[in-house]
């Protein structure tokens, strides 16, 4: 593991870096903005210029093919392999833009403002438990939940598996959002990958020919142009949609409160004028950004910087450091509810920008006007604040409050 001052990412290990990664990023920011980290092996990019480089000219086609891993002596891995490499998030042009094209025939704007007010009776069917309590731990209560049930109904599934597919979604995450090397995590991925795919398998095989049965009937039949996906292009996107749709949503809802709690004055603010409610979720997102990292390969040899990358070398855009350069953002540090012109990178950008950001907006903009509206003089309770030990995905294992 790296000393303390060798300039790392690898520090995110540390629990005081995880509690605040912010000073390590200025430091890589200032110190050295294009920097090889020696520990990961990979170009560490942490301005938002850069970043925006990286996320709209570099591949997105990082992982290993299953061939690769056999050769690497790690076939064990492969079933993991085969499902990322079908997955939107790991391609490029023009097998990505493909599957994007017909994801979005399903997935379309209408279908995700159907959802809000039907959204709003989630969030206060679960504030409705605990509210005689006086307390709750948003996370387990409210924030693990939420986007867990909003899942399954979307995907028109029973409601009652949004406790299995929050569990799946944990375990895949480990893969997303980690990049230290972890080999008794991999039984947990694959056992859980294989519950999945039969899961997922039979769930589109019964919605082969309905279309109005949910996400899953509408991609299992969406056809764009004659084109139409096979059933593991549907499985695999569904994972990734259901992955990439659960555990960022419960960070967002998890580190935004407690950014508020945390700032009085501004939570007052926001209780004064509700209709601040979409900036405010803006500003949550690039202040304490639910996904903190994502990975790209040189495309060919290049400057960036005054660094000179070679082509297949791995990339780590940071975009919650990103997110706090002073070169975008007047004051980054400052939490400012109603900031404005602020085109953060929290849902990335360019080709693979966010797909459920749509969503997901709409998911932090009724927990919080909930939230607030329901729980007056919401305040922490005393003790640690702990963060999950997944270094993409930066969120909280429990945040514990109590309100009148
Ligand atoms: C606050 C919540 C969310 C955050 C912060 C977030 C963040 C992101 C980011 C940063 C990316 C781009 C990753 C990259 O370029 O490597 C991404 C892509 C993606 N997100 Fe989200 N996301 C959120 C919610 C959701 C939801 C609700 C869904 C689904 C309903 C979803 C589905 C996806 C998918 C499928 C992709 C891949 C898009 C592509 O490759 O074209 N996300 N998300």
Same mark, same amino acid.
């Given at each position: 593991?790296?000393?303390?001052?060798?300039?790392? @990412?690898?520090?995110?290990?540390?629990?005081?870096?995880? %509690? =605040?990664?912010?000073?390590?990023?200025?430091?890589?920011?200032?110190?050295?903005?294009?920097?090889?980290?020696?520990?990961?092996?990979?170009?560490?990019?942490?301005?938002?210029?850069? !970043?925006?480089?990286? @996320?709209?000219?570099?591949?997105?086609?990082?992982?290993?093919?299953?061939?690769?891993?056999? =050769?690497?002596?790690?076939?064990?891995?492969?079933?993991?392999?085969?499902?990322? !490499?079908?997955?939107?998030?790991?391609?490029? *042009?023009?097998?990505?833009?493909?599957?994007?094209?017909?994801?979005?025939?399903?997935?379309?704007?209408?279908?995700?403002?159907?959802?809000?007010?039907?959204?709003?009776?989630?969030?206060?069917?679960?504030?409705?438990?605990?509210?005689?309590? $006086?307390?709750?731990?948003?996370? #387990?209560?409210?924030?693990?939940?939420?986007? #867990?049930?909003?899942?399954?109904?979307?995907?028109?599934? *029973?409601?009652?598996?949004?406790?299995?597919?929050?569990?799946? +979604?944990?375990?895949?995450?480990?893969? @997303?959002?980690?990049?230290?090397?972890?080999?008794?995590? #991999?039984?947990?991925?694959?056992?859980?990958? /294989?519950?999945?795919?039969?899961?997922?398998?039979?769930?589109?095989?019964?919605?082969?020919?309905?279309?109005?049965?949910?996400?899953?009937?509408?991609?299992?039949?969406?056809?764009?142009?004659?084109?139409?996906? +096979?059933?593991?292009?549907?499985? %695999?996107?569904?994972?990734?949609?259901?992955?990439?749709?659960?555990?960022?949503?419960?960070?967002?809802? $998890?580190? $935004?409160?407690?950014?508020?709690?945390?700032?009085?004055?501004?939570? /007052?603010?926001?209780?004064?004028?509700?209709?601040?409610?979409?900036?405010?979720?803006? /500003?949550?997102?690039?202040?304490? +950004?639910? =996904?903190?990292?994502?990975?790209?390969?040189?495309?060919?040899?290049?400057?960036?910087?005054?660094?000179?990358?070679?082509?297949?070398?791995?990339?780590?855009?940071?975009?919650?450091?990103?997110?706090?350069?002073?070169?975008?953002?007047?004051?980054?540090?400052?939490?400012?509810?109603?900031? *404005?012109?602020?085109?953060?990178?929290?849902?990335?950008?360019?080709?693979?920008?966010?797909?459920? #950001?749509?969503?997901?907006?709409?998911? $932090?903009?009724?927990?919080?006007?909930?939230?607030?509206?329901?729980? *007056? /003089?919401?305040?922490?309770?005393?003790?640690?604040?702990?963060?999950?030990?997944?270094?993409?995905?930066?969120?909280?294992?429990?945040?514990?409050?109590?309100?009148?």
């Amino acid at each position: 593991m790296a000393d303390t001052g060798t300039l790392s @990412l690898y520090h995110l290990l540390d629990p005081e870096v995880l %509690a =605040s990664p912010y000073p390590l990023y200025q430091r890589l920011r200032e110190e050295d903005p294009v920097h090889w980290d020696p520990y990961l092996h990979a170009w560490i990019v942490t301005r938002y210029a850069d !970043v925006v480089t990286v @996320l709209q000219r570099f591949l997105g086609s990082r992982t290993p093919t299953p061939e690769k891993l056999s =050769s690497l002596g790690l076939e064990h891995l492969a079933p993991i392999a085969r499902v990322m !490499v079908e997955q939107m998030l790991f391609l490029d *042009p023009p097998a990505h833009g493909r599957i994007r094209r017909i994801a979005a025939a399903a997935f379309t704007p209408r279908r995700v403002e159907l959802l809000r007010a039907h959204i709003c009776e989630i969030a206060d069917s679960l504030i409705d438990r605990v509210l005689d309590r $006086g307390e709750m731990d948003v996370i #387990a209560d409210f924030a693990n939940p939420l986007p #867990a049930i909003v899942t399954a109904e979307m995907f028109g599934l *029973p409601r009652e598996d949004h406790v299995k597919l929050k569990t799946w +979604s944990e375990d895949f995450a480990e893969m @997303l959002g980690n990049f230290q090397h972890n080999p008794g995590r #991999a039984t947990n991925v694959l056992h859980s990958l /294989e519950e999945m795919l039969t899961y997922f398998r039979g769930a589109v095989r019964r919605r082969a020919n309905k279309p109005d049965e949910g996400l899953v009937g509408a991609l299992a039949t969406a056809e764009v142009d004659g084109d139409r996906l +096979s059933e593991d292009e549907v499985v %695999a996107n569904l994972i990734v949609t259901m992955v990439g749709g659960q555990e960022t949503t419960t960070n967002l809802i $998890g580190n $935004g409160l407690l950014t508020l709690l945390r700032h009085p004055g501004e939570l /007052e603010r926001l209780r004064e004028d509700p209709s601040l409610i979409p900036t405010a979720v803006e /500003e949550l997102l690039r202040f304490e +950004s639910p =996904s903190q990292h994502t990975a790209r390969l040189v495309p060919e040899d290049l400057d960036l910087g005054d660094r000179h990358l070679r082509k297949g070398q791995a990339v780590i855009a940071v975009m919650g450091a990103a997110n706090r350069d002073p070169e975008r953002y007047l004051d980054p540090d400052r939490l400012d509810l109603a900031r *404005p012109d602020n085109r953060h990178l929290a849902f990335g950008w360019a080709t693979h920008f966010c797909f459920g #950001a749509p969503l997901a907006r709409i998911e $932090g903009q009724v927990a919080f006007e909930r939230l607030l509206r329901r729980m *007056p /003089e919401l305040r922490l309770r005393p003790g640690p604040i702990t963060w999950r030990a997944n270094l993409g995905l930066r969120g909280l294992t429990e945040l514990r409050v109590e309100f009148s």
